[in-house]
């Protein structure tokens, strides 16, 4: 659980920023099983990250000008024979005093307890997501207390997304967020060292996967912080490859991306290396390239400095790169402003982490880049990509079959520091 001073000075800059209005956070949707086979539950980050409670059907609400509750909790009851099936819950009384709540009641109450929370605030705060019910309820009560407002003259007169105001609060991460981030990175690090020791020709994409997420779990992470990619040969051209079930091949190349979820907080690492243990001159020659991307990308992660500015010190090494093979032709800004290098390099540089993996964060704001601030963490992440099914571009030269089916991406998670950077997963 996260600690309790964490929890309370979460919610304390929140209501800061909430004011005289009501923000209303819903649980995650249960995944639907097939029959009786029940599926690992895991919360939602924004319910999670201001409360820590870990359960289904449940919804918090933060009134900060409540005379008497400013934080809610709406929880499923104590109930022994769900409880004989499907595990034990932590119950009313037990959410108010576990979790600091100022009242708790059970989750058929909802209809009944949230008007009057909701009934002087001049504004709800909702995200509408993936709970289709709660989405109902709030819009629902949102309606009444507007089509009585002329009788109270008070009430909310406006429905505004919550993660205007979460997502900056969420964005900084606090000391104790960086201790468990690190932790996930250290047992992720660990696992990909490991797992690269002992593949070799022969062995399935899955063995490694397979090793990967032992690994994690004997570590105590609660798992993958998202499906294992153990790419091999030109199975490294696919972004999002997770079938994971060819047969390693002598001479591949073996794509890596896997991280695994610690105290709700992920890792994200990707690494590329040859089966053999030696690269091919053209594998080491794309190989060097992403490389130096990388080098360059993280050199610009500093204050002040834009998102952008990461992926763009990526980019123009890439594209230099593939100038120098002939992979690529013409003028680099040219290439860069027609994006002639995306049949190679075709996703950004970096994206934030930490509770999810694409974590809550704004990339632009009002059309301007996002500019990087102390405790903020991203990924950095370029890659190069030929594919054996590569068309021939207009005004580039075709691609000779020696460079098809080779895929590399190089990741590691960076944290903004005061002054520069900080590499958090070191790995080689």
Known sequence: ??????????????????????????????????KDVEHNYRQDSELYYFTGFPEPETVAVIVPRHEEHRFILFVRPKDPERETWSGRRIGVEDAKTIYGADATYPIGELDQHLPKYLEKA???????????????????????????????GTGPVAIHDSSFITTPLRQIKSGYELTQMTKAMAISAHAHAHVRSIARPGMYEYELQALLEADFRKSGAMGFAYPSIVASGANSCILHYVENNRQIQPGDLVL?????????YNADITRTFPVDGTFTPEQQAIYDIVQTAQTNAIAAVKPQNTINDVHQAALETIVAGLLDLGLLQGDPAEIIETEAYKPFFMHRTSHWLGLDVHD???????????????????????????????????????VPDRWKGIGIRIEDDVLVTNTGKQILTGLT
């Open 1 to 34: 659980m996260v600690l309790w001073q964490e929890l309370t000075d979460r919610r304390d800059r929140l209501m800061e920023m909430v004011g005289s209005g009501a923000i209303i956070f819903a649980s995650a949707p249960i995944v639907p099983h097939h």
């Open 122 to 152: 001049d504004v709800i705060y909702y995200h509408f997501g993936h709970n289709e019910n709660i989405n109902q309820k709030v819009l629902e009560h949102y309606r009444r207390l507007v089509s009585s407002y002329s009788k109270r």
């Open 256 to 264: 890596i991306d896997a991280g695994c979820c610690f105290n709700y």
């Open 360 to 398: 809550s964060g704004f990339y632009k704001t009002k059309g301007e880049w996002t500019t990087l601030q102390p405790h903020m963490v991203i990924t950095v992440e370029p890659g190069i990509y030929i594919s054996p099914d590569l068309k021939p571009q207009e005004n580039q030269p075709e």
